[in-house]
């Protein structure tokens, strides 16, 4: 091997590996749905694109649908609700992502339970797919408590505490205040009744990958 | 001032650099490596490492197989560290790995390109997502187009002053005929010099263009200000002209990402269009999310406060101001 040589080098990260678990036909619900309430430890990684940190956080929003999916019904409910729950959302679920993100950055790789996380596709999709009367309090706080999930997974898969991954966790936010500014917006201006219809469809394919993504999380942890 | 989106943007660009009162924009650009074949198996390699002000990024080309490299000189060369030597490969360069070291944990690219004693050549683009590539597996005109592209993209999305000059015309341009106007002035302005300076038919030095380039965004400053409280000037009645004289200058900016790799004349063509395209795709898609995003706010009728609504001006004005002083005071430094 030829090497030129130059300045020193930088450290370079070794890649997270994973690994699938053979598909196990036992029976073991009670004890997979147990698992499911454990945190986990995190091994993700953000993509990256080569542009810095903030640019990957914001890259890594939209190239993971775990992530991306929820705060799209975020958006879409908030939409659906009315003016005053996207100017709510579009501030809350940014800030409260980001302050899980430092919770999770802190945590020594320790992620909430991927149930939880599973858990906000089903709520937030059947909220969207239902069209269901929240009180904006109560949404604000489903937002906080969204965002903070998911900030503490994407918090917890970073490797440690440092300015680039803060930055990381800034495009992250920032992105999702976009994506909600947009997303809200856009299904606010729709006037047809079928165009709302569209909108809780998209919502119940939402609460549908919730519930794929939850089977598979019980055929992995049992 | 009509934009508050605006400050979100400015957020972005501030985050996305992280260092914002630092000159960094445009100080780092791609790497670039090339192997020309001087014998059957023996090559003058040219390393351009990219260097970030003063400090020299760690990227480290690594060749696996049998290449041996010879000793080496190192010269420093604007916005670069240039190494020379030559690559000797006993089996020829067909299947030899190479691993730009450093490059997944740095901001920036490396072009490599091949020219063989039997007139083919291959060009690839490593990027941090994928920083190795095994030589031989020649690389079709689209392969090479979409790699300008993407530079080209990555120019402008790193560029945080280029951006921050569109942005400044925007808190200007009330009226959307007129915003695309002064759009399409600096548009093609900016794509002039840039022809004019990658065929080397015209260069300005790096150090007078950035300051330069920074003067035009502390220019827009006090503009921002007249809009504010309703006054009117020539850059606030015919903006295009100003965005035209201004990105005669920039386009000598963005230049500077291609220039500074020294491409083989005939590749210049397909890169030079390329690249402008990926810098307007960059600079147009900018301007969408922005517009976008203050629909979006007028939708959520969203009430801003005062100081929200002055922040993106101030903040033009003065980062505008920083940049301008802080690279002048380099310039007289060096010419010292």
């Not at chain 1, 690994?19 to 029976?27: K, S, T």
């Not at chain 2, 922005?290 to 939708?299: C, P, Y």
């Amino acid at each position: 091997m030829s090497r030129l040589s130059g300045p020193e080098r930088m450290p370079v990260q070794p890649a997270a590996t994973g690994r699938l678990h053979p598909i196990r036909l036992r029976p073991a619900v009670p004890a997979a749905l147990l698992a499911l309430t454990l945190p986990g430890v995190a091994h993700a990684h953000l993509v990256t694109t080569g542009l810095g940190p903030v640019y990957d956080g914001m890259s890594h929003l939209f190239l993971s649908p775990d992530d991306l999916l929820p705060a799209l019904a975020v958006g879409l409910y908030a939409g659906l609700r009315g003016a005053a729950y996207g100017r709510r959302a579009i501030f809350v679920l940014p800030l409260a992502w980001l302050a899980g993100g430092i919770v999770g950055l802190l945590s020594s790789g320790t992620a909430p339970p991927s149930s939880l996380t599973t858990a906000s596709f089903l709520v937030m999709g059947a909220l969207v797919a239902s069209d269901a009367r929240l009180s904006l309090p109560s949404f604000a706080a489903l937002a906080v408590l969204l965002g903070l999930l998911h900030g503490t997974a994407n918090g917890a898969s970073m490797d440690t505490a440092t300015s680039e991954a803060l930055r990381a966790l800034l495009g992250i936010s920032l992105s999702l205040f976009v994506l909600l500014s947009l997303t809200s917006a856009f299904v606010l201006g729709l006037k047809s009744h079928a165009a709302r219809i569209a909108v809780r469809v998209a919502g119940s394919w939402i609460m549908a990958t919730g519930i794929l993504l939850l089977g598979w999380s019980l055929r992995r942890k049992g | 001032m009509k934009r508050p989106a605006a400050l979100w943007i400015w957020m972005i660009l501030l985050a996305a650099f992280g260092r914002p009162v630092s000159a960094r924009a445009h100080e780092v650009r791609p790497g670039y490596l090339e192997l020309r074949e001087i014998g059957t198996g023996l090559f003058e390699l040219s390393w351009k490492a990219p260097v970030a002000g003063a400090a020299t990024i760690p990227l480290h080309p690594v060749f696996s197989g049998n290449c041996s490299m010879g000793l080496g000189t190192a010269a420093p060369a604007p916005g670069a560290l240039l190494w020379h030597t030559t690559l000797r490969c006993k089996e020829g360069l067909e299947g030899t790995r190479l691993t730009i070291e450093g490059l997944d944990a740095a901001v920036t690219d490396v072009l490599v390109r091949v020219e063989r004693l039997d007139g083919t050549s291959e060009t690839h683009l490593l990027r941090p997502a994928s920083p190795q590539l095994s030589f031989g597996h020649a690389r079709g005109r689209a392969a090479r187009a979409g790699a300008y592209l993407w530079l080209g993209i990555e120019h402008i999305l790193l560029g945080v002053d280029h951006l921050l000059f569109v942005f400044g015309l925007l808190l200007i341009v009330g009226r959307r005929w007129m915003l695309v106007k002064t759009i399409t002035a600096f548009t093609i302005a900016h794509s002039i010099t840039l022809a004019v300076a990658t065929l080397g038919y015209a260069s300005a030095p790096l150090m007078p263009l950035n300051a330069s380039i920074a003067l035009s965004i502390l220019f827009l400053g006090p503009e921002i200000v007249r809009v504010w409280r309703g006054e009117t000037s020539f850059t606030i009645r015919h903006p295009w002209v100003i965005a035209f004289a201004f990105g005669l200058l920039h386009g000598f900016g963005f230049a500077s990402g291609l220039t500074s790799m020294g491409l083989p004349h005939a590749e210049i063509p397909l890169a030079l269009l390329l690249f402008n395209v990926g810098v307007e795709i960059g600079q147009i898609s900018f301007l969408l999310l922005i517009l976008a995003l203050e629909r979006s706010f007028d939708v959520l009728q969203i009430s801003w406060p005062r100081w929200v609504h002055h922040l993106p001006g101030y903040l033009v004005g003065s980062l505008g101001a920083f940049w301008t002083l802080q690279r002048t005071f380099l310039l007289l430094e060096k010419l010292r």
